[in-house]
């Protein structure tokens, strides 16, 4: 299972590739305002710090004004990902960059027939939202069960399946359970996947002991 980040705080982006585990970025307009920052300066710098696709989103919601953005976006750097929104003039904006060899990711994906009509758009990844689901009581962990068992169904579809909205490590392991292809984690989540209360109490545990012995391996 590959790991996007889900920021678009350069700091925190730098500090997390550090750990070799960051496969990718992704951002959405709330994530820019939160950054303060141009848009346009902010996915330089994180295609920069991160090889893998770094989805950056356009604002238009028709189909030129989608394009017009689109061909910004791209300019930046190979590794930017269009994001596109999952409506009619979305995906036929899908089509057009994906025909043209351009990274796209569909979002704002809340069932599965969207994900079929994401994934024959051509998206190179589909982003079913999964932590909004279950805030209006849907489970948001069986759109992604429908959507996978759909995809496995036509080998003709290529597209990810990319678990946006993920709000603890339960959504991340029961996406990895499923075989969803990418999870896109806060950084908070992300760097909760570390954490198990036995892993510090035995490493407290060694590091009391290997001190009485009064050695150092270097
Ligand atoms: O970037 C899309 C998605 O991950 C947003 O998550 O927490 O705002 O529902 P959230």
């Known amino acids: 299972m590959k790991f996007f980040v889900d920021t678009a705080d350069t700091a925190e982006i730098t500090a997390l590739a550090a750990s070799g585990l ?3 970025v992704t951002t959405n307009p709330s994530l820019i305002a939160k950054s303060g920052r141009k848009i346009l300066d902010v996915i330089a710098e994180i295609c920069a710090i991160v090889p893998g696709p770094v989805s ?6 028709e189909y030129d004004g989608m394009i017009r953005e689109a061909n910004v976006l791209r300019a930046i750097a190979k590794n930017v990902t269009v994001k596109l929104p999952l409506t009619p003039d979305g995906l036929r904006a899908c089509r057009t960059l994906a025909d043209q060899g351009t990274m796209t990711n569909v979002t704002l994906c809340f069932s599965a027939a969207q994900a079929l009509l994401a994934a024959k758009a ?7 939202f999964v932590g909004r689901l279950d805030d209006i009581g849907q489970n948001g962990m069986d759109l992604i069960a429908d959507i996978l068992q759909i995809f496995d169904n036509y080998d003709a579809l290529k597209t990810e399946v990319l678990v ?3 709000r603890h490590p339960i959504h991340v392991i029961e996406a990895a359970k499923l075989g969803a292809h990418v999870a896109t984690l806060p950084p908070a989540v992300l760097r909760s996947l570390y954490s198990h209360p ?7 545990s060694f590091l009391a002991d290997w001190a009485k012995t009064g050695q150092s391996i270097t």
């Open 56 to 61: 950056a989103e356009v604002a238009a919601t």
């Open 164 to 166: 946006a909205s993920v």
């Open 122 to 128: 051509g998206a190179t990844f589909v982003s079913p």
């Open 22 to 24: 960051l496969d990718g």
């Open 198 to 204: 036995l892993t510090d109490k035995g490493l407290a």
